[in-house]
């Protein structure tokens, strides 16, 4: 904690309007290349398929231990991927159709798995560069790139590298999906790959609409019946939260994405939390699928559940069901579901081993199997990775 004291006496001393309105701008910035051996070019080009971003990592982005929360940074990540994507969209579409262009807004469908490469901490610089890398007839596909920098001594590093998937919808008419322009690709492999890329994340969007999710059983416990329950069990970490989707939260009138996935990664760190009672942090996000649209006035309830541990590792189950509150029938709608794994941390930011799950039926013994199993695909992906 005097560490982040030291911090944050420092940072008082930067100017103050830097920070009070470091709140994402757009920059013009230039593309550069970082001199030390981890270099990454970062193409900051400000162009209708790209995209670069900055904001200071404020004390209410980061936990106790002044890790930044894995959910603020994949919001940052939304938000860019929706900007670049929402742009392009409708400045091609007006210099190809005019002023009697259908305006449209891009909506998140889907995101690949996620994997947070490095920690980013209280006081860094998050700078982020989005750029479209295909685009089929009804949908962009986006890569975010996400830097940190230390402000103090300039120095950066990669911390996540995403991939996103967006449809335009039109601001008109509600739920209509609007055609979109071409982009221009001059090498024929990049070309193919995307398209590959595309067919694959359609293939399996399109299995998990029929795929039928059986949701957790949330019990509710008294407090004074708590203190009864075994530690390290599932029902002892599980969390439900509940958040009334209002205006700021929305782009016409739809929930964006980024504000879903930040309230999942709230819900995954508190059970995370619970479980372990040590620093925690979010390692990865499995790719995740947005199944309806949320309106402005749902109540949204996130639940969350630890499935599986390993020995330094737990994935966290994660719900979103909606239900409509003004007028109508109330009815949930499963707006969207995924899994998380994080880590816990020892005093000296190593990982340390997680407390084994104790389970205490056959339905959560089932759930353990199959997260064994997505934690061992998990780990073929990742040498895979380092492979290729």
Not at 375 to 383: D, F
Request: charged fraction near 25%; charge should be positive.
């Amino acid at each position: 904690m005097k560490v982040i004291s030291n911090l944050l006496k420092l940072l008082l001393k930067v100017n103050k309007g830097f920070i009070s309105n470091a709140k994402y701008q757009i920059q013009d910035l230039s593309a550069r290349r970082f001199s030390s051996s981890k270099c990454v070019k970062m193409n900051t080009c400000r162009t209708e398929k790209s995209l670069a971003v900055a904001r200071l990592m404020r004390p209410d982005d980061a936990n106790t231990a002044g890790n930044v929360h894995g959910g603020t940074i994949l919001k940052m990540i939304e938000e860019a991927g929706h900007v670049v994507t929402t742009r392009n969209f409708n400045t091609t579409k007006k210099l190809k159709d005019g002023d009697d262009f259908e305006p449209g807004m891009c909506a998140l469908v889907r995101v690949e798995r996620t994997d947070f490469l490095k920690p980013m901490f209280l006081t860094e610089l998050a700078e982020l560069n989005a750029e479209i890398i295909y685009t089929s007839p009804h949908s962009f596909e986006v890569e975010v790139m996400v830097w940190a920098e230390n402000i103090f001594t300039g120095t950066k590093r990669l911390t996540n590298k995403a991939i996103l998937w967006y449809v335009p919808l039109s601001v008109r008419e509600k739920n209509k999906v609007l055609d979109v322009p071409s982009l221009e690709q001059l090498d024929p492999e990049k070309t193919e790959a995307g398209r590959l890329r595309y067919e694959r994340q359609k293939h399996e969007r399109a299995n998990h609409v029929g795929r039928k999710i059986t949701p957790f059983r949330m019990m509710s416990v008294s407090d004074e019946h708590m203190s009864d329950i075994e530690k390290h069990c599932v029902l002892y970490s599980q969390v439900t939260l509940v958040h009334l989707v209002g205006p700021s939260d929305c782009e016409h009138g739809v929930l964006r994405g980024g504000v879903v996935m930040k309230l999942m990664d709230e819900c995954a760190g508190v059970v995370a939390a619970k479980h372990c009672r040590t620093n925690i942090v979010t390692a990865s996000m499995d790719a995740t699928n947005f199944h309806n649209q949320v309106r402005k006035g749902s109540l949204i309830t996130v639940s969350g559940q630890v499935t599986f541990t390993s020995a330094k590792s737990m994935e966290i189950e994660v719900i979103v069901d909606a239900e409509f509150l003004i007028g109508g029938q109330a009815q949930k709608e499963r707006a969207v579901s995924s899994f998380f794994t994080y880590v816990s941390l020892d005093a000296n930011w190593r990982p340390q081993n997680v407390p084994p799950l104790k389970l205490s039926n056959e339905e959560e013994n089932q759930r353990f199997e199959l997260g064994k199993q997505r934690y061992e695909l998990r780990k073929k992906q990742r040498l895979d990775a380092k492979v290729n």
